[in-house]
């Protein structure tokens, strides 16, 4: 069984499988190819926590002699998602030694304290993998927080794994994917615990199939350890997740087109130069920021003198509009400038308050 993920720089440390164990062939067949493919870790989920109560909600307990199986016959480590202490000691049971925390579990401190606690009770917190994924919403402490259970439960293998979150100023339908990347929360989390390793899910994080070499490439470049990726022999007729998952065929053309990138800065004469032109910049967007912020004081004080209130929306949605207009037309991230603008407002907003 793997124990440090951390010594993988050469190559991506990479969790593959279905997002649901739907038979005992379904998980063999992708378990095999997986593997050959580079996978180092076979995941599938039994206890599917759905938003719908309506959907698949996964085969439970069921499935645990076909992970069994997996982990026996292919000899590949099999993970699976563990929400509650029976959950834990269930899959300890039969041999399952690795679980990933799902990321509406990961918001409930309750459930988190319950796994680490069932974790440490049966004695295996050295040899257990836990994958945490990160919480619906951005909230870094919470993510942190749940990290810190396991970390004080004394689990030495802790992987984090950013999924996205749904908690976006856009309404979902305007987003190009399920969740959003905000990739500085899992960055910074990094900065937090420079020891665990970082997996990004593409899968749930894109919600798109044909999303996921780019999200996969994109998490590498921003030095993430490896990826978590769903993979089922008929992608289009899986219970859950249908849209996100890729074929074994296409794993292995995934896998084959990864590179890891040096994370060794290579601080040369002209990377020098420009990263000074970089902090000149910088400081200009600063000074900027402070004139912009003496303006919005003294409209502040008109608005006081005349009884006008600090908010006015009309006005805002106007520069809203200006400056997402402006995006487009510069060939920017609109979403992103939109929340630069409300960033930039907020702090307008608290001068003026
Ligand atoms: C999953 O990995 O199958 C899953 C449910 O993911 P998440 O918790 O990221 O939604
Ligand atoms: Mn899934």
Redo the contacts with the bound molecule.
Sequence with gaps: MMTNFQTSTSSAFIVAGP?SAESLEQVMTVALSVKQSGACMFRA?LWKPRTSPNSFAGVGAEGLPWLQQVQKEIQIPVATEVATAEHVSLCLESGIRAFWIGARTTTNPFLVQQVADAISKSGTEEEVTVMVKNPINPDLATWVGAIERFKAAGVKNIIAVHRGFSDSLTVPTDRQMRNDPLWSVPLALHRCYPEIPVLCDP??LGGDRALITQLSKQALQLGMTGLMI?VHPQPGSAL??SGQQITPKEFESLVGSLCMPSIDDADTTALQALRSEIDRIDNSLGNLLLERLKVAHEIGTLKRESGISVYQEQRFNQILENRCKWARENGLDEELVKRITEAIHELAIREQL
Aim: glycine share 14%; with cysteine.
């Design positions: 997002c989920g899968s749930h769903e859950s997740d």
